[in-house]
């Protein structure tokens, strides 16, 4: 749809007297099919012209109109409504979606650039809980979508491996933990071992101390200290890669705050030497204030560095060591004056990549209307949701279609798509309200719908095979309603891509397959396919595999499987 736009704003663009870009800009979809297939305001051209939008608006149409680019072109108050010439324009698009799904929906406006995408990030020695969900799954998803768009992109899991915390780790399993038990159920043990930590530590405040001093030891190598911390690490980790490879996650880097131990006194020396440090009450900082922020702390009173100083270390390093010329980083909204510093830092250490630096915020996680918190304990275990969610997945199979081959690993890419599909139709702004009976809710605007959607396509195309038939790409004179929508939204999606990729936000993505398997339904319901007519049958094939081909690229980039069957 976008060849059409610009196909409208080099006609308007040189009577009203603004760019094509601009002109393209304005054009809309029409809330109603009926009125046309794209819409222009004229509301703005009004001032420059001296005309009303009345006017403007139908004296464009009949400027379109004689252009016999298009069907026809209304006027309707202040807008142009267009209508496309259905079979030229459907045409066009069968013959982009026939060169591969992949070539028709991206441009590939990013090769030649490497982009380094931080996420996940989970803490040692705690739980991956579903509050972890967004930035592995949003940040899974911008990955894809970038490498779609042509760049070079390298995940890296930031693992919060290093800090106060583990002095807190140490001294609980010292006092109370058991080796064997630990070794049984890794994460869950060390987490409730923490959680009792803080509990104690309430009417026993020298265990604070105890913890500090652990802490320290750490720092200074002592062999029992780091022999437990090596061991939280190895076991934290094999447990978080099982829910990674259930979830299809994968990172070119898993390197945790730790790795930067060496790396942050270079860039406290800069600092210096670039006369950007500052003292305030005993700390070494960053002033701000001239950019209306707090100062930027980079070494505590007690000498102590904090997160600030590792990220500056860490963005040096991506930069510098692993080529990338772009930083993302896929943290919570609450995080967004910690990277404003971080990348004001940057820019004052005249690093100029320091513009290409961007925080991808996204929403709350909550549960039931509650914030998590692992320092209290409330938390709820991802590998639990995803556990429920595959039984519910399973049940469901087995009642439908107990005939289903492979109905378990079926039940997991449902299960689990649902889990993912149900965060990541949420815009990434938005906070998210986790609760069982939506996210385990199987009708509606969800992930198994359009996985349904993608083997109900399947279903068909392997009859059609089985019986010989061909698809093709040739339109038929006048399509019906039902196939011109179909077309429409697929034209749609090259739209819809760019979009996700320049908002970085999976959900415009995931509306878009929404709207796709909304529009295929309705033509799978109205229109025969394997009994049409010699003339339709290939053409409605052709509709069915560009929709099975589109659904399955884009649940992939989303991270979800698309089962042939269900």
């Not at 046309?36 to 703005?44: E, K, M, S, T």
């Amino acid at each position: 749809m976008k060849s059409q736009k610009m196909q409208v704003a080099r006609l308007v663009a040189p009577v009203v007297g603004h760019t094509e870009a601009e002109v393209a800009g304005l054009l809309e979809y029409p809330p109603d099919p009926k009125l046309g297939d794209l819409a222009l305001p004229c509301f703005r051209f009004a001032k420059t012209l001296r005309k009303s939008p009345q006017t403007i608006a139908a004296e464009l149409a009949t400027m379109l109109g004689a252009s016999q680019k298009f069907d026809q072109a209304v006027a309707t108050g202040g807008y142009v409504n267009i209508h496309l010439l259905r079979q030229v324009y459907a045409q066009a698009v069968m013959a982009g979606l026939d060169k591969g799904v992949d070539a028709w929906l991206s441009q590939r406006r990013g090769q030649g650039q490497r982009v380094a995408v931080d996420f996940s990030s989970p803490n040692i020695a705690k739980p991956f809980g579903v509050g972890h969900l967004r930035s592995t799954l949003i940040g899974q998803s911008i990955g894809r979508l970038l490498t779609a768009d042509g760049w070079q992109v390298l995940g890296v899991n930031h693992l919060g491996d290093w800090g106060t915390q583990f002095g807190k780790n140490i001294a609980a399993y010292l006092r109370w933990g058991d080796e064997e038990t630990v070794r049984q159920n890794p994460v869950r043990e060390l987490f409730q071992l923490y959680v009792r930590f803080h509990k104690e530590a309430e009417s026993q405040p020298e265990l604070e101390d105890v913890a500090r001093a652990w802490f320290k030891k750490l720092e200074n190598g002592d062999p029992q200290a780091t022999h437990l911390w090596r061991w939280f690490i190895d076991e934290s980790l094999a447990v978080f890669q099982r829910t990674y490879d259930r979830l299809g996650v994968h990172f070119e880097y898993v390197l945790g705050e730790s790795f930067y131990n060496d790396k942050m006194q270079p860039v406290i020396d800069e600092l210096q030497q670039r006369g950007l440090l500052s003292t305030s009450d005993g700390a070494d900082v960053v002033d701000l204030s001239e950019w209306n922020m707090p100062p930027c702390i980079i070494r505590k009173s007690d000498g102590a560095t904090i997160y600030a100083t590792r990220d500056l270390a860490a963005a040096l390093y991506r930069h510098d060591q692993l080529h990338a010329n772009r930083l993302l980083y896929v943290v919570g909204s609450e995080q967004a004056l910690h990277f404003a510093q971080v990348f004001k830092v940057l820019e004052l250490m005249e690093r100029e990549w320091a513009q290409n630096c961007q925080h991808i915020s996204f929403g709350m996680m909550k549960y039931q209307g509650e914030r998590l918190s692992t320092r209290r304990g409330k938390v709820v275990y991802l590998e639990d949701v995803l556990d429920k969610a595959v039984e519910e997945a399973y049940r469901i199979i087995e009642n439908k279609n107990p005939q289903l081959a492979d109905k378990q690993s079926v039940a997991e890419a449902v299960g689990i798509g649902a889990v993912a599909f149900n965060d990541l139709k949420t815009y990434r702004t938005h906070d998210v309200d986790f609760r069982y009976e939506e996210v385990l809710n199987f009708d509606g605007e969800t992930g198994p719908y359009v996985q349904y959607t993608h083997a109900r396509a399947s279903s068909v195309l392997r009859k059609a095979a089985a019986a010989g038939f061909k698809s093709g790409i040739t339109v038929p004179p006048d399509p019906s309603e039902e196939e011109w929508q179909l077309t429409v939204t697929l034209g749609r999606g090259p739209e819809w891509l760019e979009r996700a990729v320049d908002e970085l936000d999976p959900s415009l993505l995931a509306r878009y397959l929404l709207d796709l398997c909304h529009s295929f339904n309705r033509f799978y319901h109205s229109m025969p396919i394997l009994n049409a007519s010699v003339e339709s049958q290939p053409w409605r094939l052709a509709l069915t595999q560009s929709t099975r081909g589109v659904l399955a690229f884009g649940l992939y980039l989303l991270g979800i499987k698309a089962p042939d069957a269900m």
